[in-house]
């Protein structure tokens, strides 16, 4: 009975710690610096990133002043996702599309596209599609689709998850059993990493795309149990090397490591 409760539909929950991934994220108030996880304020129904205490201080004194700027970081580390068109509220046409520095923002009808295009910069692109009106109109916080947690094992402590603690990673969520370990993760994810990612892809978030060594096509045949998840291979050199590993625990290291991941795992529904 646990299992099934656990495996029914994560609701989307107040986040009890985000660990997200900030690789290309720029500070809110000086976009010049990478964002660091640690130094965070909370924002609408998220939270924003700086590069030092100075900008996030800057920020909490005034943050109608940075709103702009921090609309599109929520956008662009996946924590809100667009609904409409930011001008008029209206429904996305097809190849109305206009590049917004890192992402692409659906618009309407092509009045608004030539609108975006002929801005002066990004910045001020940032400016028209996420000001607090149109973010409003245009964006609304992620949705959690449903996981199954039925096999999901805290990367901590080997032991059954729960739906209440949640970290964000790699625009997915991992689980753990408790507050303590949702922290511990947050102030180290690359030590958890492995562990993380292959919770990511037992939870269905993310599918195998390729092979974790070499990135090249999935052979028929090359099928190898790994933590309980059935993964392929391109051929039977790269099989054999997983296949011969000492134990499930290396065989987890080699196909789950950071490096492997990105090779040969993409998140579901979305193509590398």
Do not use: W
């Amino acid at each position: 009975m646990k299992h099934l409760v656990i495996a029914m539909m994560v609701l989307l929950l107040p986040a009890i710690a985000q660990a997200q991934d900030l690789k290309d994220v720029k500070c809110v108030v000086n976009p010049k610096m990478a964002a660091k996880a640690d130094m965070k304020a909370k924002h609408m129904d998220g939270e924003v990133y700086f590069c030092c205490n100075a900008c996030k201080s800057k920020f909490e004194a005034d943050p109608d002043k940075y709103m702009a700027a921090a609309n599109y970081q929520l956008a662009t580390t996946g924590q809100y996702e667009q609904v409409a068109c930011p001008f008029s509220g209206g429904e996305i046409a097809d190849g109305k599309a206009a590049k917004v520095g890192k992402m692409e923002v659906g618009l309407c009808c092509g009045n608004c596209k030539a609108k975006v295009e002929g801005a002066k910069d990004t910045a001020g692109q940032i400016d028209m599609l996420f000001s607090k009106k149109a973010f409003g109109k245009g964006f609304e916080p992620a949705k959690t689709e449903d996981i199954d947690l039925s096999k999901a094992r805290c990367p901590m402590m080997d032991d059954e998850v729960s739906a209440e603690y949640a970290a964000d990673y790699r625009g997915g969520k991992v689980f753990f059993c408790c507050k303590r370990c949702v922290a511990s993760f947050e102030k180290n994810p690359e030590k958890f990493a492995v562990a993380a990612n292959a919770q990511l892809v037992a939870t269905g978030q993310f599918q195998q795309t390729a092979c974790p060594f070499s990135g090249g096509p999935l052979k028929d045949g090359t099928s190898v149990n790994v933590g309980g998840e059935d993964l392929s291979f391109c051929c039977g050199n790269c099989k054999g090397k997983v296949a011969g590993a000492a134990d499930d625990e290396a065989r987890m290291q080699m196909v789950y490591n950071e490096k492997a991941f990105g090779k040969g795992f993409a998140k579901a529904g979305t193509n590398k």
